[in-house]
């Protein structure tokens, strides 16, 4: 497959990292999408639906609190700053906050001991190219390892019927070519400084392929797991004749 060949272990175990750290985690304690770690689902993995508190300088103490707690369990750790389901969360995108909120969750990173954990920050597909541009200039100031492109979105390519009118950000196959957009971007952009993920609407080989292809390093699935289970990780992985 070329650069950025999958290994098994990688699809099949790193996809499935604790994926998303964000506010109010630890005060709500609830079981959260995306929030799945390998064997986090036997520790509990905690996840959250909105905002506990309203001030943007509070985020780095709650974000520090998780890596913290998750950071001796996981294999990396991804900052979730893009869901379009957390109130106000999206606005720590914006490079001024994203760089001093990165600052100090890097220095808490810094202190788990043992293997150095990786980290990642999960971004918006919806982020123009200048607001993507100036993330991925944050991410790499802060000496963040990469990020993971991408969130939901709040636009609704492709969807026609009534739902398409309910909030929230959409996944799955629609969002696929916002992600692989955003990865192009983010690969083009990045030049090898940082690690690219791709994530958003892939459920077949040949979508894999076409991450990889964009300059993914790795590909993260989600939706595809909900409804194809956890064996399309191996038919993904299956060469053809």
């Given amino acids: 497959m070329g650069r950025g060949e999958l290994e098994r272990d990688e699809l099949g175990r790193g996809e499935l990292g604790r994926g998303e750290l964000e506010r ?3 005060e709500r304690g609830e079981l959260g999408r995306g929030a799945v770690e390998r064997g986090g689902l036997e520790r ?3 996840g959250r639906e909105e905002l506990e508190r309203g001030e943007l300088e509070a985020a780095a103490e709650d974000y520090c609190a998780l890596v913290e707690t998750f950071g001796p369990l996981a294999d990396y750790l991804t900052i ?4 379009p389901n957390t109130l106000g969360l999206r606005r720590l995108q914006a490079r001024d906050h994203l760089e001093g909120l990165l600052s100090e969750v890097t220095r808490a990173r810094d202190l788990v001991t043992g293997p150095p954990r990786p980290l ?3 971004l918006s597909p919806d982020l123009d190219p200048a607001e993507l541009e100036d993330a991925l200039a944050a991410v790499v100031r802060a000496g963040v390892e990469g990020v993971v492109a991408t969130n939901t979105t709040t636009a609704r390519p492709g969807v026609d019927s009534s ?3 309910q909030p929230g950000g ?3 196959a629609p969002l696929f070519p916002l992600a692989l957009e955003q990865v192009r971007r983010a690969a083009r952009w990045g030049g090898g400084r940082i690690a690219v993920i791709g994530c958003g609407g892939v459920s077949s080989r040949d979508q894999v392929q076409a991450m990889l292809d964009a ?3 790795l590909v993260q699935l989600f939706t595809a797991l909900v409804y194809q289970g956890p064996r399309v990780v191996q038919s993904l992985l299956a ?3």
């Fill in 120 to 122: 990642l920050v999960k």
């Fill in 239 to 241: 060469r053809s004749d």
């Fill in 170 to 172: 959409l996944s799955g």
């Fill in 215 to 217: 300059g993914a390093d």
């Fill in 80 to 83: 979730n700053v893009s869901s």
């Fill in 24 to 26: 109010g985690e630890l």
């Fill in 44 to 46: 509990g993995a905690v």
């Fill in 163 to 165: 739902l398409g009118a």
